[in-house]
Every structure is written in structure tokens, then in C-alpha cells.
């Protein structure tokens, strides 16, 4: 048996950095976390897409949560996304009236996702965009992208972030536009066709 001193902080090796998990089905799922746009909002749009891992293969437990403003642009500061009942503890879902801006989906057992949101206004010299997290296995710590929509190419052009990227890399962050009306924005961990994922210092 090896004797390691720990007499000091100086003799002690760092602990080596390693996934944790997942063990998201303990406290992270958010019952109705997809449906981050109050009911019958005439400004919701669909979004769906997949998680992949470096081979293409479908990640079954991946989660991603979403930010985003509303239509004018304007952050919400309401609170209702997690109510819960005063005496229970219990869950009580969304009040379906208040729009929070944040929603939280699992991925299910192929990789996919959805969420139902509004529309979100542009805020500043940026085009629209929704922010995103994302946690899945074998990830050390969790990922941020975005979400542009299609259809808007001159503010595209003119983001601070988008006009830096080139055109492929670029297309990693602008969802696509399907034929039912839904977007689909798939998200990749790594490999050809990788997402662009941002860094905050």
C-alpha cells in the first residue's frame, strides 16, 4: 500500500478532472420545460433538433436549457418557471400566463429535443437569438451556444458574433427552417460539423 503525506498543501497531487454522471434524473428534470411560451401566444415558434455526439450517434440523456428574450428584444424579470406549493413542496408546474424566457429539456431515448418558445427580438447591435446550455456525458463542464433563427441575413451579417465566423461554422448556429413551421437546430459535440460553442471569462 502506497503512503501519500499530506502533511501540506504543497505534497498533495491535484485531484484529476473527470465527468460526473450523468445522474440528471435526480433533481435537473423540469416537468413541462419545453413549454417556455404561455398558452395560445401568438408569437410561439417550435424548435426540435438532435443532440450528437463525435460519431453522429444520438446522445439519450443529454440536457439543454434555454434562454431567450421575448419579441420586443426586452429580458423578462418575472418568476413562475419553478412554483411550487407552499405547503407541499410540491411541484406545480408553470402558471401558463407568464413567460420566463428559460426552459429545460431532456433528450429522449434518439437524441431529440424540443421546446416551444417565442419568437426573440433583437437586443442591441445583435440579431435575435435564444442562449443555450447544454449537459450531457463525457463533458467536464457544460457547453454554451446559440440559436439564430433563419431569415434575417442583413442582421446576420451585421451580429458581432456571426460576422466573425466563417460561412461553415457560421451555419452551425442559424436553425433551419422546416415545411410544418418548426425550426430544427441540431447540436454537436465535436467532429465535422462541430457547433460553435462560446467561452465566458
Not at 450517434?57 to 423578462?76: K, M, N, T, V
Not at 424579470?77 to 412554483?83: A, F, I, L, P, T
Not at 429535443?113 to 463525457?138: D, E, I, K
Request: proline share 9%; glycine share 12%; with cysteine.
Amino acid at each position: 500500500m502506497t503512503k501519500i503525506d499530506t502533511s501540506s498543501p504543497e505534497k498533495v497531487l491535484p485531484t484529476p478532472s473527470h465527468t460526473v454522471g450523468p445522474f440528471y434524473g435526480y433533481a435537473l428534470p423540469f416537468p413541462g420545460g419545453e413549454d417556455i411560451a404561455p398558452t395560445g401566444h401568438p408569437e410561439t415558434i417550435t424548435l426540435r433538433g438532435r443532440v450528437l455526439d463525435g460519431a453522429g450517434a444520438p446522445l439519450p440523456d443529454a440536457f439543454i436549457e434555454l434562454w431567450g428574450p421575448d419579441p420586443r428584444g426586452e429580458l423578462p424579470r418575472v418568476d413562475g418557471s419553478m412554483r411550487r406549493d407552499p405547503s407541499s413542496g410540491g411541484f406545480l408546474g408553470r402558471n401558463g400566463v407568464e413567460f420566463t424566457g428559460w426552459g429545460r429539456v431532456q433528450t429522449d431515448a434518439k437524441g431529440h429535443w424540443y421546446a416551444r418558445t417565442l419568437r426573440p427580438g433583437a437586443r442591441g447591435s445583435s440579431a435575435p437569438y435564444l442562449s443555450v446550455c447544454v449537459f450531457a456525458r463525457g463533458l467536464l463542464t457544460h457547453l454554451f451556444t446559440r440559436i439564430y433563427l433563419p431569415g434575417d441575413e442583413a442582421a446576420h451579417a451585421a451580429d458581432p458574433l456571426l460576422s466573425r465566423l466563417a460561412p461553415a461554422r457560421r451555419d452551425t448556429l442559424i436553425a433551419c427552417a422546416l415545411d410544418d413551421g418548426t425550426y430544427r437546430f441540431d447540436i454537436r459535440l465535436q467532429g465535422e460539423g462541430e457547433t460553435v460553442f462560446l467561452e465566458f471569462r
